[in-house]
Antibody
Framework: QITLKESGPTLVKPTQTLTLTCTFS??????????VGWLRQPPGKALEWLAL???????HHSPSLKSRLTITKDTSKNQVVLTMSNMDPVDTATYYC?????????????WGQGTLVTVSS | DIQMTQSPSAMSASVGDRVTMTCRAS??????LAWFQQKPGKVPKRLIY???SLQSGVPSRFSGSGSGTEFTLTISSLQPEDFATYYC?????????FGGGTKVEIK
């Protein structure tokens, strides 16, 4: 069974860098296929895709946030880390990590519980 | 970037109603489209993948159709637990993009 869980600070100050960790089980990023993605959802607003990384380190980022985002993986720990620099109050949102599978049937099929990050001084 | 436009943004319906909502892509995305249901304070749940394939465990009253640029999610007979916000997602090309959502409310 696949599970994912986000962890990180719940409160960050403006201009600080946010570091979120997705710890997962039930699949591996050390073998071919699959990956982990990050999404976010500001309170009362729609979902927004941020970034994803595949087993072979191929990664993609939202163009509007690309200069601020870094996504990496630690295969030995079954973790994917997202960092977002220069945080602003508009970045206040629930951040989710999701499983990216090798087929259409297994893309976005499992989600973490989400973690609410508030940006405030 | 591919823009995903959902309509309507909100709708009121009664239990038992047939409900249809639309997602339009600004470019051809083939069938790389998924539908999600989200209830307040909950994690989004995938209902449909590949535009028309029903996620295991999802009631058969949900169905998806379409290909290319126009897609539809239909609930054949709305149930009380279906009142929620529905999102479409295209994953044909980067950046991946979501629609703005359709909120289904009780009439």
């Amino acid at each position: 069974q696949i599970t994912l869980k986000e962890s990180g600070p719940t409160l960050v100050k403006p201009t600080q860098t946010l570091t979120l960790t997705c710890t997962f089980s039930g699949f591996s990023l050390s073998t071919s296929g699959g990956g982990v993605g990050w999404l976010r959802q500001p309170p009362g607003k729609a979902l927004e895709w941020l970034a994803l990384i595949y087993w072979n380190d191929e990664n993609h980022h939202s163009p509007s946030l690309k200069s601020r985002l870094t996504i990496t993986k630690d295969t030995s720990k079954n973790q994917v880390v997202l960092t977002m620099s220069n945080m602003d109050p508009v970045d206040t949102a629930t951040y989710y990590c999701v499983h990216i599978g090798t087929t259409m049937a297994t893309n976005f099929d499992y989600w973490g519980q989400g973690t609410l990050v508030t940006v405030s001084s | 970037d591919i823009q995903m436009t959902q309509s309507p943004s909100a709708m009121s319906a009664s239990v038992g109603d047939r409900v249809t909502m639309t997602c339009r892509a600004s470019q051809d995305i083939s069938n790389y489209l998924a539908w999600f249901q989200q209830k307040p304070g909950k994690v989004p749940k995938r209902l449909i993948y590949g535009a028309s394939s029903l996620q295991s465990g999802v009631p058969s009253r949900f169905s998806g159709s379409g290909s290319g640029t126009e897609f539809t999610l239909t609930i054949s007979s709305l149930q009380p637990e279906d009142f929620a916000t529905y999102y479409c997602l295209q994953h044909n090309s980067y950046p991946l993009t979501f629609g703005g959502g359709t909120k289904v409310e009780i009439k």
